[in-house]
């Protein structure tokens, strides 16, 4: 029987895996469908502290994962299909067989909500994006047209964000009124480097052929109408869906799918703790979800220990 079994090797999960190895508990460690998590899709983490000349997202995940690993962590690239939490120990089925452990670290992120285009997913990494703040500073969109897509906080906070750095940053939104909170709507409305195309959406990024962002085609959804927009970027803020569905009806979570914790990391299950992206919709970075790692996997030893004593 595992200690501990850690599903999820983004930035909390791989934090939470260095901590409870270093705790000495030998933690499992499921890497699942997307091994790395979010980080894995972005170029350059340049906002973590520690790296002043940025490093390359999927580098940064393989070095958490060398060094939970140098502690004891067990890294498996096995897919969770099923958790049982009502009995103890508790039961993870996997694709390699059935797991039982005495607690459990969820770190299963979220997953960037995309426009389904093909062209979208060719360009991804090559001038489409869906973080302002992992890839709006890099040289291909300095002094650039941006595009962000979406109308609500996230569009809002990566377009004031980016005229940082683009020459013109243009928010395509489907409708003619923004989701986003008043104050940012308000800030983002005002800023003379940003300009709305309203009821627009995007039906195409060019130019695959190039390998590169040069623009994107739009649709305007009340008069049919099309047209191209030139741009270097095209930044993807249409939400994110939290990866939970796996313990629908056993953890609560709000209307969202988010993990509601209490008391720090903890769920309404005692010895399943919540970490990282699928707990959290506000601050999404690489360094919060590694603290929250870390106080998941502290919040998990302390409820070993409490069991034995
Ligand atoms: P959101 O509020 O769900 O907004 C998503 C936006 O994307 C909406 O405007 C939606 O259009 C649009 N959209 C969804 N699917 C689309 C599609 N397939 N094609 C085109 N557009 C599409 O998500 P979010 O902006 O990520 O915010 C999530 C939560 O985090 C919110 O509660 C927000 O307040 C919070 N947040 C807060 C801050 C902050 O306070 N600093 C920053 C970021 C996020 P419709 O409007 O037509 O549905």
Not at 181 to 209: C, G, H, Y
Not at 276 to 305: K, N, W
Request: aromatic fraction near 6%; include cysteine; glycine fraction near 12%.
């Amino acid at each position: 029987m595992e200690n501990v079994l850690i599903i999820g090797t983004g930035c909390a999960g791989l934090t939470a895996a260095l901590y409870t190895a270093r705790a000495n508990l030998s933690p499992l460690v499921l890497a699942g469908a997307a091994p790395g998590g979010l980080l894995t899709t972005t170029s350059i983490v340049e906002n973590f502290p520690g790296f002043p000349d940025g490093i390359d997202g999927t580098e940064f995940v393989m070095r958490m994962q060398k060094q939970a690993e140098k502690f004891g962590a067990r890294i498996t690239y096995d897919t969770v299909e099923k958790v049982e939490l009502s009995q103890r120990p508790f039961r993870v089925t996997g694709g390699d067989g059935i797991i039982e452990t005495k607690a459990i670290i969820v770190a299963t992120g979220a997953s960037h909500r995309h426009l389904g285009l093909e062209s979208e997913r060719v360009l991804e990494r090559k001038g489409v994006t869906y973080c302002a703040t992992c890839d709006g500073a890099l040289p291909m969109f300095r002094n650039k047209p941006l595009v962000v897509v979406g109308g609500g906080d996230s569009a809002l906070e990566e377009a004031s964000y980016l005229t940082r750095f683009g020459s013109r940053v243009y928010v395509i939104h489907r409708r003619d009124a923004l989701r986003g909170s008043k104050i940012m709507q308000e800030r983002a409305l005002k800023n003379p480097k940003i300009e709305f195309v309203w009821n627009s959406v995007v039906t195409n990024v060019l130019d695959v052929k190039q390998e590169r962002v040069t623009g994107v085609a739009l649709k305007d959804v009340k008069t049919g109408q099309a047209r191209t927009l030139e741009c270097a970027g095209v930044f993807i803020a249409i939400g994110h869906a939290p990866n939970t569905r796996l313990f629908g009806g056993q953890l609560k979570m709000d209307p969202d799918g988010y993990l509601i914790c209490q008391q720090g990391t903890a769920t309404n299950v005692p010895g399943v703790f919540g970490a990282g992206d699928c707990v959290d919709r506000t601050y999404r970075q690489a360094i919060t979800a590694a603290g929250s790692g870390c106080a998941a996997a502290i919040d998990c030893e302390r409820y070993l220990a409490s069991l034995e004593s």
